[in-house]
């Protein structure tokens, strides 16, 4: 919607959404790459042991699409309504 009507609402309505929901995604992924690898790894390096399982093909396609992408998504839709807002 953002894109389409200019409101920068939409905008910052749509990071909200993803800045909720991402985390859960992130939880799920963990959670998942701990029980594949059986590791107790908690903090920084279970998430940095998710991500090695994305990449190494350990987890399923939907999750290592989480893994790739999650982050580019959040910071990219974090990006037009702060660059909105800034040209005002």
């Known amino acids: ?15 909200v959404v993803l800045a909720l929901g991402i985390p859960l995604g992130e939880t799920q992924m963990v ?6 690898r059986h590791s107790n790894a ?4 279970a998430y940095g042991l998710a991500i090695r399982s994305a ?6 396609p939907l999750i290592t699409f989480h893994a790739i992408f999650s982050a580019a998504v959040f910071f990219g839709s974090l ?3 702060i660059g909105v807002a800034i040209a005002g």
């Open 31 to 36: 959670a998942r790459a701990r029980r594949a």
């Open 55 to 60: 990449f190494a093909g350990q987890l399923p």
């Open 79 to 81: 990006v037009c309504p």
């Open 1 to 15: 919607m953002f894109v389409f009507t200019d409101a920068i609402l939409w905008g910052w309505l749509a990071w």
């Open 42 to 45: 908690t903090g920084m390096a």
